[in-house]
């Protein structure tokens, strides 16, 4: 579980997020969803200590995120931010094998390299391993930051719009490895979407902000309603159904 | 590749040693000559990897730590040491101790100064380029200001460390300047893992776990160590450092440090004893080196930035 307690945050004297207070159930994938500039980076950032904390407590499965030592936070968790710039020129699978460096901290083993190869296989880059990170088109480095993250294997995953540039199959088939891994492997997901169908279709979870304050949290059948989404987006928003989940219909 | 490089300059070295040896005073050419070798290759050792290093920290590869005003912060020291203690209080103290002293004084100030940058806004490369060529020309115009209220003999003192020459070398100085570079080159090495995790850029680093502040601080205090030992040899060379770096780059072809470090190095000290053979055994010009390794430097630098190749 992801306990987020009366966090507040400001940047350069602008305040972002108000008192937010908030869980993330363990076993889960959780969707964070909100207009632009509602705040879910900032908190996502904030949760996998990529921006340090001003005010309140956040705690990872247990571990208080200002405190405990950022090594053993990325044994933890993996964040992948929204911003994936690169500095250094590497080939793709460099990139991920990076992955498992919490683990070998810069001595890979067998194990290692096994983990790196099946996360290459897992995000279909094994026939681009090869290329530079600045040869191949965004959705593929895409691919390949998720697949890093991937071979981090830890308990949580936190992704700030893993979809970005990825096309209809790729993005269907990372939903679908996200939701293995909290099925089958017991693993903890949250990510932030934009789409708000792939929310609909595959989170258990759902938590709406805006404004820098959670509007909504629950279920994505409690939160994803017609109602919640046309105040959230401010905009009107019919929600059907199909197969039993929400379908949420934007060009009504 | 780095078996090939170090060859070639074991192959130089030779030939720059025993070049035209003759019967008399053999010994007496050979020391001579031993002592300019050790001191070109600990120079180049030296700012070979200061700046991988500062290449790594700033993450882009137009900059160097002299380009950010590195040597002119250890120059501004030097100056204000001679208006403090006076040039002949300066030349009382001992040359070991004293050096020590001042580079564990440049790196403090280098870490906070570059530290607080870096640790800002690191992501603005054309804002980190001009901040550090306005501090760069910030601290000679404090050194020049000194220097104008110096006397013209301490004045000479300070003058030797502020323009390049691999011509003049303090032969008191060596076996430090030697030592302090073997240690912190064999500390960078030691990190070099941890550089690989720290060239990803801030937010991938933190994910993985690195102690990025800690890291940051650290290896800009390695980098000031270096610049102090290279500066205080053969005065500022704020181009030579791109070449190599850039050599370091494209003939490894590999972002991993273990393997940059020693290639920076290497092509570094070929280009330094290579060059120095070239002006000074061949040609009879011994003072121009500097003046060309600063040319071609700043033309690549040029170069780099035109074709925006500025991460
Ligand atoms: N570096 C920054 N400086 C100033 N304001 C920022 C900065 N980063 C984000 N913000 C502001 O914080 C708010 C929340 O941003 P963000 O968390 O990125 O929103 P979201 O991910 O929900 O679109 C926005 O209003 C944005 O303009
Ligand atoms: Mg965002």
Known sequence: ?252 | MLGAMALLLAGLSAVWMLQGIGGGNRGFILGLRGTKLAALVTVATAIGVATILFQTVASNRVLTPSIMGFDALYVLLQTGLVVVLGGAGLAGLPPGPKFLSEIAVMTVLASLLFGTLLLRGARDVPRMILTGVILGVLFRSLSGFLGRILDPNEFAVVQSVSFASFNRVDATLLPWAAAITAAAVLAAWRLSARLDVLALGRDPAVSLGLAHRGMVLGVLGLVAVLVSVSTALVGPVPFFGLIVAGLAHGLMRSARHAALLPAAALSAAILLVGGQWLFERQLGQAATLSVVVEFAGGLFFLYLLLKGRIR
């Open chain 1, 1 to 252: 579980m992801i306990q987020i307690q009366g966090v507040s945050h400001a940047i350069g004297g602008t305040p972002i997020l108000h008192d937010i207070t908030t869980t993330l159930p363990k076993g889960r994938l959780t969707a964070l969803i909100g207009p632009n500039g509602a705040g879910k980076s900032t908190l996502l950032r904030l949760v996998g200590r990529l921006e340090p904390l001003q005010q309140g407590r956040i705690t990872v499965a247990g571990h208080d995120v200002a405190t405990t030592p950022t090594d053993r936070l990325a044994r933890v968790m993996a964040i992948l931010g929204q911003q994936t710039a690169i500095a250094s020129r590497l080939r793709l699978a460099e990139l991920v094998a990076f992955g498992r460096w919490p683990h070998h901290k810069g001595r890979p083993g067998p194990q290692d390299q096994a983990q790196v190869w099946l996360a290459l296989k897992a995000f279909a880059l094994t026939d681009l391993a090869d290329r530079f990170l600045d040869e191949v088109s965004g959705g593929q480095a895409q691919r390949a930051h998720i697949a890093m993250a991937w071979a981090q294997d830890t308990d949580w995953m936190l992704l700030d719009e893993p979809l970005n540039n990825l096309d209809m199959s790729h993005a269907r088939s990372l939903m679908a490895r996200l939701r293995g891994l909290v099925d089958q492997g017991g693993r903890s997901v949250a990510i932030v979407v934009h789409e708000i169908n792939y929310a609909a279709a595959w989170a258990d979870h759902v938590i709406a902000l805006k404004g820098g304050r959670v509007v909504a949290q629950g279920t994505a059948a409690e939160v994803l309603t017609e109602a919640r989404l046309s105040e959230l987006y401010e905009t009107p928003i019919r929600v059907g159904t199909h197969q039993g989940r929400p379908l949420v219909l934007h060009h009504a």
